[in-house]
């Protein structure tokens, strides 16, 4: 398949319309344009990898996305919903509706078990899963009793995916997750992150320097000084245990 033939195919479906998207930070004096004018579709329970080095703006563009900040300028919507004009309250209710979160620390509650980690965002979700049904998606119902400081790093970065798709979220973001792993834990991170997307066909987004990634997406956009340089469609995606590290 070619790449004009993939884009024309993954043009169904969208989840994300995202037109024109700027956002400036300003300090004192000094004006920083994090992204300048970024426009893309992306295509609903799709894997896409964004890449670029650091300050290229995609974290922001993930925070936006995420709801977690607004843009300066520009449209973004959500199968409908225009986040771009949503006020906080509502922000709040579409990241409690539909978005999992996952970042380079895990932020678990060190008190909590695993399995008491995950079950915390049960308490304000609409049609969660099973705690435990959580767990086993990332291969660690069999150590739902330890606390953080008994997992590894990779077992805490796959209790924090737990917590994350516990709710069942539409959206998956992904900010880094393989960031403080060697290779041999980053690929276990990586596995469950893709069995995740195929078992719940989430959307989901992923924040990486490590360019062999791109090999896992559907979509790979490459990002440099706050706007999309390139993106490639992958006809195949690789398995985690494929791509180089």
Not at 22 to 29: A, D, L, Q, V, W
Request: glycine share 8%; charged share 25%.
């Amino acid at each position: 398949m070619s790449d004009s033939e993939s884009k024309t195919q993954k043009a169904k479906n969208v989840a994300f319309h995202i037109k024109n998207l700027r956002k400036i930070y300003h300090t004192g004096e000094t004006v920083v344009e994090a992204l300048r004018g970024v426009s893309l579709d992306i295509n609903e329970g799709d894997v896409t990898v964004l890449l670029g080095p650091s300050g290229s703006g995609k974290s922001t563009f993930l925070n936006i996305l995420g709801g977690l900040d607004k843009p300066s300028e520009g449209h973004v919507d959500f199968k409908g919903d225009v986040l771009s004009e949503d006020d906080n309250h509502a922000l709040t209710e579409y990241r409690r509706e539909n978005v999992g979160f996952i970042f380079q620390f895990y932020n678990l509650i060190p008190s909590l078990t695993a399995m008491e980690n995950v079950a915390l965002v049960t308490e304000i979700s609409n049609d969660p899963m099973d705690p435990m049904e959580a767990l086993k998606m990332v291969g660690l119902e069999n150590r739902a009793d330890h606390f953080p400081s008994q997992l590894s790093g990779g077992e805490q970065q796959r209790v924090a995916i737990a917590r994350a798709i516990v709710k069942r979220p539409k959206v998956l973001l992904c900010d880094e997750p393989t960031g403080a792993l060697d290779r041999e834990t980053g690929v276990l991170v990586l596995e469950a992150l893709i069995r995740v997307n195929k078992e719940l066909g989430t959307t989901t987004l992923i924040v990486t320097h490590n360019a062999a990634t791109a090999g896992l997406a559907d979509t790979v956009i490459y990002f440099a000084d706050g706007d999309i340089i390139k993106t490639k469609y992958n006809a195949t995606r690789l398995t985690p245990q494929d791509i180089s590290w």
